[in-house]
């Protein structure tokens, strides 16, 4: 600590000192000692800036993978084409239809009921109207609307039988020679047809009678050979999650006997787009994390250490990033054995075929009695080089065989046939994803951690084996489920995550660093008030030591006559 020195100038001078400026000074160097808290505090605020940071990448990252772990998400789109599109257009492809081809062929749309009552001429637009109308649609009940004063124009009728409710919308449709009552039916094909009688007049002398225009008729059309009808053009759930418009009859082709209507190839495809674009997205929001974190590894523009150079929370980013994208996914295990029985004698045997090599079949009875477990099976399905990687996955509930193919895609794709029982249970093979990394998905790491993506690598597996991708981010103990779970313990939204307890310690720190601050000020606090006291007493004592010494003088010269003054 320093030292504040106080300068009293001559001690008879009278003027003393400056009071506040030296309590200011001696405040100062009091606070000295808040001055590594008050460093820390910085140090820390800026680790919580780049943890909240990271935190919100991590975030928009998870959100990514969330539309490839979702079962509803971004895997389960379809998307539809057809062979000829002035026939028949795909309008949707819900996440429940199956991708395959289907034959339509349109033998007729449908139609929807209409018609009009007989013209009134321009000349005669203002006579008054009388008389009823009656309005059926399909097989329904017949509706009368008579007429009144209130309604007895065209334009009257037509809102007396929209406000009644009748299934059918009216109009007034006007041209150069007249005005005529529209009528359409409010519902298409033939439950929708119009059955309408009209004792309407023109003034008495011209009755109004009604012209059906267009009859309702249900489409007819055939779905992979059976005939369907429909009473809308617009057809929905004939073929499971697609919906698909009717546009025109299939075109005929041939003459005579020989005429037949040319089908339409209707296409339900996987949205493959959708996926190269999500995955594209992935991608790139990893790299932003990735270089987050890098750009911690160094010093900042004025030469100082970034706020979590070196720190531990930083270090296990790292390497929980890089394990989980090179994590190769298994390609099935066999039902976990339950901790208690992990030591447990073995029997059967299991049969493995990687890809199009040939069955290898591993018998535990031919096996020593000590490796007839699991542990000894897994060596024993890893000596015989078929292609396989046999490991032990262990978690607190037990223990499982686990498989992964040593080529990814279809060509690896595992048959495992398994007998291999723990006692009275037999252990089934569960198999997962013949997609067993990322590399098989186009995702490649470069050398600084960030990823590439390659597009048509993406497609191609997409092409060749989609369930296969589904099962790599879907299944149970996959890939996607074991990112999406190491992003979840990582980030700030998990109050256990790796950032968020990083964030909870700090608040600890700081929340104990402000105490020892305010407390410390409080003290300084008091000693201010009790030096400014202390400092005014001794000032003025200063300032009256001249007076002090002059009636000192006085009194000596009065008492010794020594100095005393000259009386002239």
Do not use: C
């Not at 002035?86 to 349109?106: D, K």
């Not at 047809?193 to 023109?202: A, E, M, R, Y």
């Not at 897994?378 to 037990?398: E, M, Q, R, Y």
Request: no cysteine.
């Amino acid at each position: 600590m320093g030292t504040v020195g106080i300068s009293f100038g001559s001690p008879t001078a009278g003027t003393g000192f400056d009071v506040s400026n030296t309590v200011s000074q001696i405040v100062a160097n009091l606070q000295n000692v808040e001055s590594p808290w008050k460093s820390q505090l910085g140090v820390l605020s800026g680790q919580d800036a780049a943890i909240s940071s990271l935190g919100s990448l991590l975030s928009t990252l998870s959100n990514d993978i969330g539309q490839f772990t979702d079962f509803d998400g971004v895997l389960s789109g379809k998307q539809g084409s057809s062979s000829d599109p002035g026939v028949l257009a795909i309008t949707s492809a819900s996440t429940s239809a199956v991708a395959g081809t289907h034959t339509i062929v349109v033998n007729s749309l449908a139609a929807i009921s209409s018609g009009y009552l007989d013209e009134i001429p321009t000349a005669d637009a203002s006579a008054a109207l009388s008389g009823s109308i009656s309005i059926r649609v399909g097989s329904g009940t017949a509706q009368t609307i008579t007429l009144d004063s209130g309604d007895n124009t065209l334009a009257g009728v037509a809102s007396a039988i929209n406000a009644a409710g009748i299934g059918v919308t009216a109009s007034v449709l006007t041209d150069t020679t007249g005005s005529r009552l529209s009528l359409v039916s409010a519902t298409s094909g033939t439950a929708g047809d119009l059955s309408v009688t009209s004792s309407i007049s023109d003034g008495g002398t011209n009755p109004l009678g009604y012209n059906p225009a267009t009859a309702g008729a249900d489409a007819s059309l055939s779905v992979d050979g059976v005939t369907i009808t429909s009473a809308s053009n617009t057809v929905a759930n004939v073929i499971p999650g697609v919906t698909f418009e009717l546009l025109a009859p299939s075109p005929i082709t041939g003459t005579g006997a020989t005429a037949t209507p040319e089908p339409v190839q209707m296409q339900v495809i996987n949205y493959n787009t959708g996926v190269v674009s999500s995955m594209t997205q992935l991608v790139s929001d990893y790299n932003a994390v990735v270089s987050a974190i890098n750009s911690q590894e160094g010093n900042t523009s004025s030469g100082t250490p970034e706020p979590l150079f070196g720190t531990p929370t930083l270090t296990l980013l790292q390497e929980q990033l890089l394990g989980s994208i090179n994590t190769t996914s298994p390609s099935g295990y066999l039902d976990e054995i339950p901790s208690a029985n992990t030591s447990d004698t073995l029997t059967g045997s299991i049969t493995i075929t990687a890809g199009s090599s040939s069955p290898a079949t591993i018998d535990l009875s031919s096996l020593p009695t000590a490796d007839q477990n699991l542990n000894g099976l897994v060596s024993a399905i890893n000596s015989t080089n078929i292609g396989v990687t046999a490991s032990v996955l262990t978690d607190s509930t037990g223990s499982r065989l686990s498989l992964v193919s040593d080529v990814s895609g279809a060509a690896g794709k595992l048959t495992v046939t398994s007998s291999i029982a723990d006692g009275a249970t037999t252990l089934n093979y569960n198999p997962q994803s013949d997609v067993n990394s990322l590399t098989a998905l186009g995702v490649t790491v470069n050398n600084d951690g960030t990823l590439s993506l390659d597009s048509d690598t993406l497609n191609n597996e997409l092409n060749m084996d989609y369930s296969g991708v589904v099962s790599f981010f879907q299944n149970s103990d996959s890939w996607g489920t074991e990112f999406s779970n190491t992003l979840n313990n990582l980030g700030t939204s998990n109050i256990n995550g790796t950032l968020a307890l990083a964030l909870s310690s700090d608040s600890s720190i700081e929340s104990s660093l402000n105490t020892d601050i305010s407390n410390e000020d409080l003290v300084i606090s008091t000693e201010q008030v009790s030096l400014t006291l202390e400092l005014t007493s001794a000032n003025e004592i200063l300032q009256s030591i001249p007076s002090n010494l002059n009636n000192v003088s006085e009194l000596y010269s009065a008492i010794t006559g020594y100095n005393a003054p000259t009386l002239g």
